[in-house]
């Protein structure tokens, strides 16, 4: 028996313990309001679904990461060991090769590259997920695994954080569970079965919806709460959280138009604490974001009215250390960004963008004195 | 003497500080969350519970007395006992009103509702139809009686004609008599249908099986190959991987063995592109077979044309006959078999066995 947070993450070399800076963080702005002050931490990990060697109590979430990233990987590594290999082997051998099918192979080879450019190490897992279904499908089939182990646990009150790629996975997967297509997974669906809270992070999941023949439009499929679709919704509540200036939550934005109050959208936010506001953790140490993620799991206001009004109010003038000049070329660029995958909202733009805007941000960030990258108010990491 | 009295009074003054803050930094549920959240009310020790007058019905201990129930898996006498304590816990602890009888009304039909669908499940000869049967196992799992408890409020059946919410404002008997059943019904059906959703996730555990065998023991795919599978693959509803696949322009390192004569055999290095080609996949996605065309690339015995034989990730054979093309020695060129790296590599490791099979070989073709 355990309140479950079973966290999707998103685009980028995702290493191991990202689940681990999940945890770390929500458990560090718990931090910040009186009635978790003296209380153990509120967020444990567990390093997959398998593992049951934790025992949270009733005030305690247990956050199980559902990562896709060795899938993605392996599929970028795959592409550079082969042709790598193949170049390698006919420059040994002094095999001429046609240069059309050198220069190809040539280009594949940086596949696996994390460090050097942001299209190989972020924005391909977008490319690979939305044009490649055989790897979108073992993705989808490693989170549904997932979520299906979790749910096979007795007596569970499962949510789910889905992050920038990971809100679409994060649909698609709850999608396809939910809504019976697949056979054998008739168990799982609601109103029987039903997740808590879904909460959207950096939501993205409305531009690349449809990947496969049978995926269900995002407004239209059973990834909503309760007052929208009755009995067949999957989740009791939903909460989209989007920063304004977030580029990559520019096209399609997610907008629906659902009434009810278990509809929470919270996408009017402005601070800007990290030049990369797409950030993970930018978008968790945001009071607006974290208090009701807080709140949810407790039933009721844990940080009430008055405490949370405070929070986002002093963190709106909280000082953050972004240099004017880099702020100001930050600004000029990320409009410019943000115009052209406005005018133009599709994948391969949104492809082209994310890159730009990833690399906006590092110049940015080099500009105000070379700071580390993931340097400001919340010590941010990667993607 | 002031001092003194001076400095016990700030010592006091900052023990009630101090007792503040503790009492701040203690999370302080709401009655309605204490009656109504499920994860506090199966957890056995519970000190806010009165355990004098609700002792019988909090459902930690419902869930206990009603064991051995379950060990039997006596469901239906199991939803009888539920149904039983609700009715006691109205008599004891809910006065009559219309509020309160309507609300009791609404939670009857819906446990009465359950126990129907139950029986209905219950007469499915196997396992697999208790699992198959859509209608019936998504309409009895642990949710159908799940109380939402959000802002302070809880809300069952949410969505449903027989919506019910509690606030702080509700009467506790009435509260804590249908929060603590509908918490005892939820964990009985989360157990009802567990093997329901254990066999579900072996289904998807399955399913990534093959994925990993798929891409880990089958033939590799370049980018261009894996976008051109995967147009044949689109279908959200099968999510195994696909038992055949295109080859297309792949290219691989081979080694071509071949000679004038069968004494001149030698190894070559080579590069084999294959342009088009089909695999079927077997045994799971643990082995494969296939057919494809190949172009050999070499240094030193020209360029040749074949057919090449999959027979899973290590072994693949073919034969090459030599083209005109590229700027090697006619006298140089020459067709031969096409082994695949990790072959040839096996053959080798056997390599004084393989001599002496060639040798024989040529003993016997050399003969008049």
Not at chain 1, 42 to 61: I, R, Y
Not at chain 1, 80 to 109: H, N, Y
Not at chain 2, 17 to 45: N, S
Not at chain 2, 304 to 325: E, N
Request: with cysteine; proline share 6%; hydrophobic share 40%.
């Amino acid at each position: 028996m355990a309140r479950i947070l079973i966290a999707v993450h998103g685009m980028g070399v995702n290493k191991s313990d990202w689940s681990k800076g999940v945890a770390m963080k929500l458990n560090a702005v718990s931090r910040r309001y009186k009635a978790f002050e003296k209380s153990p931490d509120t967020f444990l990990l567990a390093s997959g679904p398998d593992d049951t060697s934790m025992e949270p109590t009733p005030d305690q979430v247990l956050v199980i990461p559902a990562g896709y990233d060795a899938e993605m990987r392996a599929r970028a590594e795959d592409f550079q060991r082969d042709t790598t290999r193949i170049t390698e082997a006919a420059a040994t051998a002094g095999i001429t090769l046609p240069s059309e099918l050198v220069s190809v192979l040539k280009w594949f080879s940086k596949a696996g590259e994390t460090e050097k450019n942001f299209f190989w190490t972020h924005v391909v897992d977008v490319l690979i997920y939305h044009y490649f279904p055989l790897v979108t499908k073992q993705i989808r089939v490693v989170v549904m695994e997932t979520m299906a182990k979790v749910l096979a646990r007795p007596n569970v009150d499962v949510s789910i954080i889905g992050y920038s790629l990971g809100t679409a996975v994060a649909h698609d997967v709850l999608s396809n569970l939910g809504n019976g297509i697949v056979p054998g997974l008739g168990s799982l669906m609601p109103p029987g079965v039903r997740f808590v809270n879904v909460f959207m992070v950096a939501n993205v999941s409305r531009v690349l919806e449809k990947t496969l023949t049978g995926d269900m439009d995002v407004y239209a499929s059973c990834v909503c709460p309760i007052s929208v679709r009755g009995d067949d919704a999957y989740c009791g509540d939903y909460y989209n959280f989007r920063h304004m200036l977030d580029p990559f939550t520019v096209p399609k934005r997610f907008e629906p138009q659902w009434v009810g109050n278990d509809y929470h959208p919270i996408d009017r936010l402005l601070h800007v604490g990290n030049f990369n506001v797409h950030d993970w953790d930018h978008y968790l140490d945001n009071p607006e974001v974290h208090i009701p993620i807080l709140n949810s799991f407790f039933g009721f206001k844990v940080i009430d009215d008055d405490t949370a009004f405070a929070a986002i109010e002093n963190y709106k003038v909280s000082p953050v250390p972004l240099c004017d000049k880099g702020l100001e070329f930050w600004i000029k660029e990320t409009r410019k960004i943000a115009k052209k995958i406005e005018q133009r909202p599709t994948v391969p733009e949104l492809l082209r963008t994310a890159a730009q805007f990833l690399a906006v941000a590092e110049v940015a960030r080099a500009m105000c004195g070379a700071a580390p990258k993931g340097a400001g108010p919340s010590a941010p990491r990667g993607n | 003497m002031l001092r003194i009295r001076i400095v016990t009074g700030l010592c006091a003054a900052i023990l009630v500080a101090g007792a503040t803050r503790d009492a701040r930094a203690q999370i302080v549920h709401p009655p309605t969350v204490r009656d109504c959240d499920f994860q506090r009310l199966i957890v056995p020790a519970k000190a806010d519970v009165d355990t004098t007058v609700w002792r019988i019905f909090y459902p930690a201990n419902q869930l206990t007395a009603l064991e051995p129930y379950l060990q039997e898996s006596h469901w239906l006498a199991a939803l009888d006992e539920v149904r039983a304590s609700l009715e006691r816990a109205t008599v004891e602890h809910v006065p009559s009103s219309p509020e309160a009888n309507a609300s009791l009304a609404r939670f009857r039909i819906r446990q009465d509702s359950i126990r129907a669908r139950v029986v209905r499940l219950l007469s499915a000869p196997t396992t697999t139809a208790f699992a198959s049967d859509l209608g019936g196992v998504r309409r009895v799992g642990p949710s159908m009686f799940r109380a939402e408890v959000r802002d302070g409020k809880a809300f069952l059946f949410r969505g449903t004609p027989d919506s019910l919410v509690f606030t702080d404002a509700d009467p506790q008997g009435l509260r804590r008599t249908i929060c603590y059943h509908a918490a005892v019904e939820r964990a009985l059906l989360d157990r009802f249908t567990a093997s329901a959703r254990t066999a579900a996730a072996a289904v998807l555990t399955a399913k990534r099986a093959r994925w990993e065998s798929y891409f880990s023991r089958g033939y590799s795919q370049l980018p261009w190959e894996l976008y051109l599978n995967s147009r044949n693959a689109r279908d959200a509803a099968k999510l195994d991987p696909p038992t055949t696949q295109w080859i297309v322009f792949h290219p691989s390192v081979a080694v071509q063995v071949s000679g004038a004569n069968y004494r001149d055999l030698a190894r070559h290095d080579a590069i084999a592109l294959e342009p088009v080609g089909y695999i079927w996949y077997r045994n799971e996605y643990r082995d494969y077979f296939g057919l494809s065309s190949a172009v050999v690339f070499t240094n030193g015995v020209g360029t040749g044309i074949g057919p090449f034989l999959h027979f899973g990730r290590v072994a693949k054979v073919g034969y090459v006959f030599p083209t005109r093309r590229g700027d090697v020695d006619p006298a140089r060129r020459s067709g031969g078999v096409l082994l695949s790296v990790d072959l040839y590599k096996y053959l080798s490791d056997r390599g004084a066995q393989v001599e002496g099979v060639m040798k024989s070989l040529r003993a016997k073709l050399e003969k008049p």
